[in-house]
T-cell receptor, first 112, second 114 residues
């Protein structure tokens, strides 16, 4: 079982739709969770960073962590064609190293 | 703009050759991590340097090696290149050891092994 599981998509939605992206993780010791956006042939760009359970909002983006079910989500409101990218969820393993463990990424296409 | 730069952006090498990839971290960051991202996959942890010492290694063979320098630069060296080493190589810069902070990635070096 992978430590972080993510549906690779692709996911196509019309402009203006609410997008829901999800990941599950296996290790209950994980406490830090990140969402990165990656455009084609570019490096990942940090979108959201959350600690433990709860919600965090930043503009059109909301990150949600449910530690009881080991489930993390990213919601994008009023999606735009410029949101078309791959979205990577990640958690931080602080047991010795400070490495990040990534999901496979979900490809999102927002249609104009 | 993350303040993390990598060079070169693209590279083509022949199987069996050696390659050195470079990364310049954000000023003040004490930790650099290297990741390999194959097409359609998430980044996989190669190794990490914390204050110029190796601080953990992923499931990669010893022909993957690295260095971190005091001037916030670092290197990833790969010997005896194999076709499967073709990937996007990412470095990530962070400040660790105190309150938790996030990592910032460079734009990556796309390595093609032929």
């Amino acid at each position: 079982q992978k430590e972080v599981e993510q549906d690779p998509g692709p996911l196509s939605v019309p402009e203006g739709a609410i997008v829901s992206l999800n990941c599950t993780y296996s290790n209950s010791a994980f406490q830090y969770f990140m969402w990165y956006r990656q455009y084609s042939r570019k490096g990942p760009e940090l979108l959201m960073y959350t600690y433990s359970s709860g919600n965090k909002e930043d503009g059109r983006f909301t990150a949600q962590v449910d530690k009881s079910s080991k489930y993390i989500s990213l919601f994008i409101r009023d999606s735009q064609p410029s949101d078309s990218a791959t979205y990577l969820c990640a958690t931080k393993d602080r047991s010795g190293t400070y490495k990040y463990i990534f999901g496979t990424g979900t490809r999102l296409k927002v249609l104009a | 703009e993350t303040g993390v730069t990598q060079s070169p952006t693209h590279l083509i090498k022949t199987r069996g050759q050696q390659v050195t990839l470079r990364c310049s971290s954000q000023s003040g960051h004490n930790t650099v991590s290297w990741y390999q991202q194959a097409l359609g996959q998430g980044p996989q942890f190669i190794f990490q340097y914390y204050r110029e010492e190796e601080n953990g290694r992923g499931n990669f063979p010893p022909r993957f090696s690295g260095l971190q320098f005091p001037n916030y630069s670092s290197e990833l060296n790969v010997n005896a290149l194999e076709l499967d080493d073709s990937a996007l190589y990412l470095c990530a810069s962070s400040l660790e050891g105190g309150s938790n902070t996030e990592a910032f990635f460079g734009q990556g070096t796309r390595l093609t092994v032929v």
